[in-house]
């Protein structure tokens, strides 16, 4: 029940929410609830995940060498992979991303000659994420209205940043994807966290933690996928 009333105060009260957490923090019992949320996701798309035309469009040239039984052999596998790799994300997402917030903010921290524990910067950062938790619980409600789904068509189910309103190049794209409503929500509940545990003047904070998230968009939202040819 502590939890529970620790993921509400999270979105009705963060800064005296995250305070009390630094003091006593805890991260199981919240990383458990934040995988449970994030499953509904795959769950709800289940059998309505259609991928038949991405399959056919990845196999080319080698179609003309498959028979229908082999097509539709391939697009079910290609289906439970796309499950499987979103069952894995839903639960090892949370402490994936909290030791990385973690790391991240501890480093800048330190740059900035601040020591905050690690622990109590690890809780922070897991309750950070309940607004991702609440993107895919609402992704998910919005996929049971839907008789199919491709891919391509769930990413832009549930319209949060400006990255769905405009057609642009994908090197804007994914920069928009900076601006995504519940992205921001988490950074701010990020900065809050990097607040409380570096105890730093609040506008030095706000600061540190704009030049932060400046980063991560540029790293990790623009970078990196740019490489990957995304």
């Not at 005296?16 to 805890?26: G, K, M």
């Not at 804007?172 to 988490?186: Q, S």
């Not at 509940?189 to 105890?199: C, D, N, P």
């Amino acid at each position: 029940m502590q939890t529970f009333a620790e993921l509400w105060g999270t979105l009705v009260e963060p800064v005296s929410t995250f305070r009390q957490l630094a003091l006593t923090p805890r991260a199981l019992v919240a990383l458990v609830l934040l995988g449970l949320v994030n499953l509904t996701l795959p769950w709800a798309v289940g059998s309505r995940l259609e991928t038949r035309q991405s399959v056919l469009q990845k196999l080319g040239p080698e179609l003309s060498e498959m028979t229908d039984r082999d097509i539709d052999d391939a697009v079910i596998k290609d289906q439970k992979l796309t499950l499987a790799l979103m069952v894995v994300v839903a639960v090892a997402g949370p402490p994936f991303r909290a030791l990385i917030f973690t790391l991240g903010l501890w480093l800048w921290a330190r740059y900035l000659y601040r020591r905050p524990r690690f622990g109590a910067l690890f809780a922070l950062a897991t309750f950070a994420q309940l607004p991702l938790a609440i993107r895919s619980l609402a992704t998910a409600l919005a996929a049971l209205g839907q008789a199919q789904l491709s891919s391509q068509q769930l990413a832009c189910l549930l319209p949060s940043g400006p990255a769905v309103w405009f057609e642009v190049a994908p090197v804007w794209e994914r920069l928009l994807g900076g601006l995504d409503f519940f992205t921001l929500w988490t950074a701010v509940l990020l900065g809050i966290a990097f607040w409380v545990t570096t105890e730093m003047p609040q506008r030095r904070a706000a600061i540190g933690m704009a030049v932060a998230y400046v980063a991560y968009v540029a790293v990790f939202l623009v970078g990196f996928p740019g490489l990957l040819g995304g």
